[in-house]
């Protein structure tokens, strides 16, 4: 059960996010796992009748727990967070859960990732008087990353840009796939305009929007506002209001 729990999580289960940019135009990538895939890793590997949350000290703590069957008796482990600059205590159960899950080894390869670090194209960074920002030509979320791993270690990582260019890499590689170059098919559908990207993902976000108001879930749309304020889509913004209110208003 150890090792299931223990096994790195795919590249797609990973989130990156722009953690700063300097005055050189380099930015520096944060790695991190959602909340939501260590619930998934809880429920395929120890069922979910088999697990338990607790949080303590205001949400600051959490105490997970799995059932074992063979004592019949709950093994818990418990760690600390820190609260979100979005939603104080909501953050705050979110981290310190997140953090117990690392100390049953899911997700703990993110430890051994390298600095991800690369310098962006003057299309991709706008500046905000000595401070720079990504633009619109900077749409992290549609890159894609690799992964290989030896041993449950972090072997090779790799990333290409929405025109399926290798931005940055790290490490050997086994399988040499992921850093061919795009085909004609690929480059023709990496040529929309701008305009015709910012449209499909305002509408793509609407129907997620819609999406998380019928299953009544929060989390994924408070992550949609904070990816639309970081991008500037005020449309998407403005759906949200007018799906659930304030960004801080909860179910």
């Known amino acids: 059960m150890l090792n299931e729990l223990q096994k790195p999580l795919s590249a797609k289960q990973i989130d990156f996010r722009v953690q700063s940019i300097n005055k050189g135009q380099y ?9 939501r895939v260590d619930m998934e890793r809880l429920d395929e590997v120890v069922g979910a009748l088999n697990w338990k949350r607790e949080h303590s000290r205001d949400n600051h703590n959490c105490t997970v727990s799995l059932y074992n069957k063979e004592i019949q008796e709950w093994i818990s482990k418990e760690d600390t ?55 619109w030509g900077f749409n992290l979320k549609e890159w894609s990353w690799y992964t290989e791993f030896k041993d449950n270690k972090l072997t090779f990582i790799a990333c290409k840009d929405v025109k399926g260019v290798v931005r940055w890499k790290w490490g050997e590689m086994k399988d040499k796939k992921f850093l061919k170059k795009p085909t004609k098919t690929e480059k023709k559908q990496y040529n929309e305009t701008p305009t015709q990207k910012r449209n499909s993902e305002i509408n793509e976000k609407f129907e997620e929007l819609e999406e998380a108001k019928k299953a009544s879930d929060k989390e994924s749309a408070d992550a949609i506002w904070d990816w639309a304020e970081l991008h500037g889509h005020t449309q998407v913004l403005d759906r949200y209001i007018s799906l659930f209110g304030d960004v801080r208003q909860n179910f």
């Open 27 to 35: 930015v520096t990538i944060l790695a991190y796992k959602d909340a």
């Open 81 to 135: 967070g820190t609260e979100s600059q979005a939603e104080a205590q909501k953050g705050l159960a979110s981290d310190s859960f997140k953090r117990a899950c690392f100390n049953w080894g899911i997700g703990r390869e993110l430890y051994d990732y390298p600095l991800i670090q690369f310098k962006l194209k003057d299309s991709e960074v706008t500046k905000n008087g000595d401070k720079f920002r990504p633009s």
